[in-house]
């Protein structure tokens, strides 16, 4: 009986730091595909995407004093097929929480494609200019929160 005792605390926790390794890795690019410009822009224009800011904070107005600058949060819905076209991040990082669905980014420093999953969390630096699509047959839903420079800009 006490083996047992022992055991299962034991397979409890093997358990839960293997899904703690799956969930780190999960909807990054693997570390011996990252390369600088492995993956070329492309002229694909976005389609079957829904874009709505949810909230905004103008960053001049809070204590950080960050002028010209806004934290957003936006919804974005790619339909099935719908494409967010090539945009880069060099002025406007974000963070992307994959809310449910299935979509796969095409990143310029990832020499494969990465799928992202419901739960997923992407990183958008300075260094990442990408495109996503949706090849699946249900929409996905994601839930963005960058840092806006130029309200001008229409990058998704």
């Known amino acids: 009986m006490k083996r047992q005792k022992f055991f299962l ?4 926790l093997a358990g ?50 960050i002028a010209d600058r ?18 880069s991040h060099g002025d406007r990082p974000a963070i992307i929480y994959i809310v ?17 999953k419901a739960g997923d969390v992407a990183r958008e630096a300075s260094a990442t200019s990408h495109w996503w699509k949706n090849a699946g047959h249900s929409p996905v839903t994601l839930l963005s929160a960058d840092v806006q420079h130029d309200e001008r800009d229409q990058n998704m």
């Open 100 to 116: 449910e669905g299935t979509i796969t980014e095409y990143a310029s420093n990832c020499a494969v494609p990465i799928v992202h």
């Open 16 to 65: 839960a730091a293997a899904l703690l390794v799956t969930s780190a890795e999960a909807g990054q690019c693997p570390a011996d595909k990252v390369r600088a410009d492995a993956t070329k822009p492309v002229a694909t224009p976005g389609k079957g995407v829904s874009d709505t800011v949810l909230a905004a904070i103008d960053l001049a107005q809070e204590p950080a004093n």
């Open 70 to 87: 806004k934290l957003r949060l936006r919804k974005l819905v790619v339909r099935p097929q719908g494409v967010v076209p090539w945009h």
């Open 9 to 12: 605390p034991a397979a409890l």
